[in-house]
């Protein structure tokens, strides 16, 4: 399916938002997972459905003001 | 001691990890600054990265506590969003909520600000809002839930120091348990030591000491501004006078002619 993670479209075959991070490379517990918009905690990524166009961020800690 | 919702603080200054030349920069200018208190931010990690990871790793390092921001957040929403996901990754209900209104001065949209925070506070957040120095955003900030306020001096970055020094001392007059903390618009530290002087409870900068030739050497004055500047005002300063007032006694003085 097609997914827009961090703001660009992208064909994946996971269904789950664990299944994706796994798919992309994305791993440590440093990161912050949101689906169309709503924060999805570290526990509720593995039964986190994902669906065509969602919109995915995976956000990790950054230098700030 | 400060008292920021509990945690007691001995610097009386927070410091921004942005702009520095180098990480190595950042964290000495961190050591020299003896801040307790640096400020965080999120942002998208590109697949199969380790940005974030190498940054965090530098943070956890230093032994200070973070204050994660919304930085760049323009709705409710966003702000909302982002400060749940901070909470996520640092593991804090610290958050620095930022609602920006305008893109040129980055003034804060107060509306959006005490919307959020009245979101986020509901949500067991502990919100530190930067906003403008209006009194009475800051009356609606406090009964959104917020125990501390974080008025501008200057816009963010402009090195300005204090614009409005009477709206300053009007906060603090009618705030006096609230910490006060000044962030954004400070450029160097007689701006900082003016405030503090004026009775502010702490100081947050950023560029003033990233982008300084010398990001230590600038920390280190900083601190000391600071410090200077807390010690003025506990220790009761001369008000100024119209006329010039000796201050050798006249008593005594030989008499020549």
């Given at each position: ?65 | ?14 410091l921004?990890t ?12 961190v050591?020299?600054?003896?801040t307790?208190i640096v400020t ?24 200070v506590?973070v ?191």
């Open positions: 399916m097609k997914l827009v993670i961090n703001g660009e479209v992208q064909e994946v075959a996971a269904d789950t938002l664990a299944a994706l991070m796994a798919e992309l490379d994305y791993a440590g517990n440093w990161l912050a997972t949101a689906r169309n918009g709503e924060v999805v905690p570290v526990a509720e990524r593995q039964l986190c459905r994902l669906a065509d166009g969602d919109h995915i961020e995976i956000l990790s800690p950054m230098k700030g003001g | 001691m400060l008292s920021l919702y509990g945690t007691e603080i001995s610097s009386r200054l927070l921004g942005a702009l520095y030349p180098s990480p190595a920069i950042l964290g000495d200018a050591k020299a600054s003896r307790e965080v931010s999120l942002r998208r990690e590109a697949a199969g990265g380790r940005t974030g990871e190498k940054f965090w790793s530098l943070i956890q390092s230093l032994g506590r204050l994660p921001n919304t930085a760049g957040c323009h709705s409710v929403k966003e702000a909302v969003t982002t400060a749940k996901m901070a909470r996520e990754v640092f593991s804090t209900n610290w958050i620095k909520l930022e609602v920006i209104g305008n893109h040129d001065t980055l003034q804060p949209d107060v509306f959006g600000l005490v919307e959020a925070a009245r979101i986020l506070a509901a949500d067991g957040f502990q919100v530190f809002p930067y906003t403008t120095d209006d009194l009475v955003v800051a009356e609606r900030l406090l009964e959104a839930g917020c125990k501390i306020l974080m008025p501008w001096c200057a816009p963010i970055g402009s090195a300005r120091g204090p614009q409005n020094v009477e709206a300053l001392r009007s906060l603090r007059g009618h705030f006096p348990d609230t910490p006060l903390i000044v962030d954004a618009g400070i450029g160097r530290p007689s701006h900082a030591a003016a405030v503090m002087e004026l009775g502010f409870d702490a100081v947050l900068l950023n560029t003033a000491v990233a982008k300084a030739g010398d990001p230590i050497g600038m920390a280190t004055a900083f601190a000391k501004a600071i410090e200077a500047g807390r010690a003025a005002f506990l220790a009761g300063m001369l008000e100024p006078r119209d006329m010039a007032v000796p201050s050798t006694p006249l008593i005594g003085k030989a008499v020549f002619s």
